[in-house]
């Protein structure tokens, strides 16, 4: 079991820029798959982007965000990251990392049951 603490989340103006971070504790942190989630409020908790923990990193994105966010990770930092461009406002929503240790090493996944740890969250709030 993993310990994920995000940050980085703020307000911006639609348009601007933003660097989601999510530190992960644990010494086997190579060995998990990375996505990041998002909530906004009064809707369900839906897939943003994840990361495979082998065959070089392997992306996925939800079609929402395909062009504007990507996701990468360091293992040497157990970090996973975020950069999200272009915002909306309708990407105000708060994001949570979630970590996996059931999926195979060159996939991802955006279904939330295969992820057994969860951060608690960050805000991001872009304004129109």
């Known amino acids: 079991q993993v310990q994920l603490v995000e940050s980085g989340g703020g307000l911006v103006q639609a348009g601007g820029s933003l660097r989601l971070f999510c530190a992960v504790s644990g010494r086997t942190f190579s060995t998990y798959a990375l996505g990041w989630f998002r909530q906004a409020a009064g809707k369900e908790r839906e897939f943003v982007a994840a990361?495979?923990?082998?065959?070089?990193?392997?992306?996925g994105y939800a079609d929402s965000v395909k062009g504007r966010f990507t996701i990468t990770r360091d293992n040497a930092k157990n970090t996973v990251y975020l950069q999200m461009n272009s915002l909306k406002p309708e990407d105000t929503a708060v994001y949570y990392c979630?970590?996996?240790?059931?999926?195979?090493?060159?996939?991802?996944?955006?279904?939330?049951?295969?992820?057994?740890?969860w951060g608690q969250g960050t805000q991001v709030t872009v304004s129109s």
């Open positions: 990361i495979s923990w082998g065959g070089g990193g392997s992306t």
């Open positions: 979630a970590a996996s240790r059931r999926l195979y090493r060159i996939l991802v996944s955006s279904n939330a049951a295969d992820y057994g740890s």
